[in-house]
C-alpha cells in the first residue's frame, strides 16, 4: 500500500501518522521527492483501515497494490485447500465433484427418487434446498424442517453427502448432519451470518451475490476463515448484467481468476446461471475447461412440475448424458471425479 502525502505538510503530523501507520505492524518505507512525498506500507496490510486514514488533511491518496484479503489469499497459502467432506469426498486440487439434486425438496418421493437416480449416474453429492429464499413471499418456502428431515434421510438410504442453504445463524444447530451448508447468493453478505460461521468446523459453500465483484466475493470467504473455520468452497452462480435473456451471466473469467487469486476450490453452479436446462451443459464444459473444482446442477423427476427452478431443471435422464460427458472432460483435465 502507498500513502502519497500532501505538499509541505506539516512535519510533526506526518510523523505522528508514521506512528499510526507503524500501530498497524507493517514496515515502512519514507521517500521524500521535490514534488511528492509517499510512504509504502510493506507488510500485511490487511487491517489497514483506508477510509479513516484519508480523514487525515495531510494525506493526498492512497493506493492499495496488494489484496485486502489475507485468509483467502494465495499469496499466503500458495497450496490448494482441500475440502474434506466426510472419508470418501473431497474437493479441489485434483478432486472433482458433481452436486445434483433438485432445487426445492418437495416430498420424500421426489427426493429419494433424484438420489438414487443422480447417484446412480455419478453425483457425489445430494443439493436440495429445504429453506428456500423466493423473491416474492407467496411463492414456495421450501418445506423447511421437514425438507432438512428428509434430506437426512435421503443421505442414509443412498450415502450421498447432503448440501443444503442456510438462512440464518439461529439455525446452525439444526444444520449438524448437514455435510456442506450452502450460503445462497442472496446472503453472500450477511455478515452476522459469516461470522457465525466462521466460528464453525462445515464445509460451506459460499455462492457469489448476485452483483458482487470478485473481491467483495473473497472478502465474505474471508469473514469465515478469519473466524477460524478454514473449510470454504466458492461458487460461481452467475452475475447480473444488462442482459435479460439468460437469468445470470455465468461469469468464466471469475473462474481463473478465483482460482489465481485465492487457494479455495471453485465449483460452478451453470443451472442457476442459464436459467434454461439445455444451456447447462455447454457451461458446464466451459467451466471444466477453464479449472472448476466442481459443478452443482438442478435436477428435478418432473421439471414440469416443480415447485422451484423446473426451466433449469435437467431430467435425470439428462442429467445422465451429462454426466457422460462430464466424466471425459474432467478425466482429460487429469482429475477425479
Ligand atoms: C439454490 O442453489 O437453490 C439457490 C437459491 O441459488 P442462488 O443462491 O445461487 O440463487
Ligand atoms: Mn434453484
Redesign the pocket.
Known amino acids: 500500500m502507498v500513502v502519497i502525502l500532501k505538499k509541505d505538510a506539516n512535519k510533526e503530523r506526518v510523523d505522528a501518522l508514521l506512528e499510526t501507520l507503524k500501530g498497524f505492524g507493517v514496515d515502512l518505507n519514507y521517500s521524500e521527492g521535490k514534488e511528492i512525498t509517499v510512504v509504502g506500507l510493506v507488510g500485511d496490510t490487511s487491517k489497514v483501515d483506508i477510509d479513516t486514514l484519508k480523514a487525515n488533511d495531510i494525506i493526498e491518496d492512497i493506493k492499495r497494490i496488494s489484496e485486502p484479503y489475507k485468509a483467502a489469499n494465495r499469496r499466503f497459502h500458495p497450496d490448494d485447500t482441500i475440502v474434506k467432506v466426510n472419508d470418501n469426498v473431497k474437493i479441489g486440487e485434483g478432486f472433482f465433484n458433481v452436486i445434483a439434486g433438485p432445487?426445492?425438496v418437495e416430498s420424500e418421493e421426489q427426493l429419494n427418487s433424484i438420489a438414487k437416480d443422480v447417484k446412480q449416474s455419478g453425483a457425489t453429492l445430494l443439493r436440495g434446498?429445504a429453506f428456500?429464499p423466493r423473491t416474492s413471499p407467496y411463492s414456495f418456502q421450501g418445506l423447511e424442517n421437514e425438507g432438512l428431515r428428509l434430506l437426512l434421510e435421503a443421505k442414509r438410504v443412498t450415502g450421498l453427502p447432503i448440501v443444503t442453504e442456510i438462512m440464518s445463524e439461529t439455525q446452525i444447530k439444526d444444520f449438524d448432519d448437514v455435510d456442506i451448508i450452502q450460503v445462497g447468493a442472496r446472503n453472500m453478505q450477511n455478515f452476522r451470518l459469516l461470522k457465525a460461521l466462521g466460528e464453525t468446523k462445515k464445509p460451506i459453500l459460499l455462492k457469489r451475490g448476485l452483483s458482487a465483484t470478485i473481491e467483495e466475493f473473497l472478502m465474505s470467504a474471508e469473514y469465515i476463515l478469519a473466524g477460524g473455520n478454514p473449510n470454504v468452497i466458492l461458487c460461481e452462480r452467475g452475475i447480473r448484467t444488462f442482459e435479460t435473456i439468460i437469468r445470470n451471466n455465468l461469469d468464466i473469467s471469475a473462474i481463473p481468476l478465483l482460482k489465481r487469486q485465492s487457494h479455495l476450490p471453485v465449483i460452478v453452479d451453470p443451472?442457476?446461471a442459464a436459467g434454461i436446462y439445455w444451456m447447462v451443459e455447454p457451461l458446464s464444459r466451459a467451466a471444466i475447461a477453464t479449472g472448476a473444482d466442481g459443478l452443482i446442477i438442478?435436477v428435478h423427476n418432473n421439471p414440469k412440475e416443480a415447485l422451484?427452478?423446473g426451466a433449469?431443471s435437467l431430467t435425470p435422464s439428462a442429467f445422465d448424458t451429462l454426466m457422460q460427458s462430464v466424466k471425459k472432460r474432467v478425466a482429460f483435465e487429469g482429475k477425479t471425479l
Open positions: 432445487c426445492s434446498g428456500k443451472s442457476h438442478e422451484c427452478d433449469q
